[in-house]
């Protein structure tokens, strides 16, 4: 009589070839959905550090003004939200709007660095300013924040973290 002999250790070793590229891709969609989150954190914390610029800008009515002054500006009242150490944002300071923008970012990494830019959209370089520009209503304020994002799959084959930036222009209302 003849004796079937079936395969033996197949399933095995299938299994081990295909487990770790289905772990990969698993790993490689949550990081997808990982870059995915940063990115509309980034743009909410523009959105809402830029929407404190403009909330927060030069007239004689703001008593909390952000960046650079407009000529009848008021100089900040002792209440205005301070530094840590209790020290009161300095006339000119955009300092509480890079706050903003840094609290609204937080959870996405350790390295989320902000500019704040007053004037046209073209000009703005970092934190400087275009010549002249003020807080003043009618002015352009833009909010630029940047971070790196560090993924687990491409960091297995030797590739480095990648930048994402959220940018966001408002003209200042109040």
């Not at 033996?8 to 081990?16: D, K, L, N, P, W």
Request: with cysteine; net charge negative; glycine share 10%.
């Amino acid at each position: 009589m003849k004796t079937r002999t079936q395969p033996r250790g197949q399933s095995m070793v299938e299994f081990a070839i295909v487990f770790p590229i289905f772990v990969l891709l698993l790993v490689g969609i949550f990081d997808f959905g990982r870059v995915i989150w940063i990115n509309d954190t980034l743009s909410g914390a523009a959105r809402e550090a830029v929407r404190y610029a403009i909330v927060h800008g030069g007239s004689t009515s703001t008593l909390c003004p952000a960046g650079p002054p407009a000529p009848d500006s008021n100089d900040p009242d002792p209440t205005c939200p301070p530094y840590p150490d209790g020290t009161a944002y300095p006339k000119g300071s955009k300092q509480a709007i890079k706050d903003v923008a840094e609290r609204w970012a937080a959870g996405t990494s350790g390295d989320v660095n902000v500019s704040v830019c007053y004037g046209a959209v073209t000009s703005c370089a970092g934190d400087v300013d275009q010549a002249g520009a003020t807080n003043a209503r009618g002015k352009q304020v833009t909010v630029t924040v940047t971070s790196t994002v560090h993924l687990a799959v491409p960091s297995l084959f030797g590739f480095d973290g990648f930048g994402l930036s959220a940018t966001s222009t408002m003209l200042v209302n109040h």
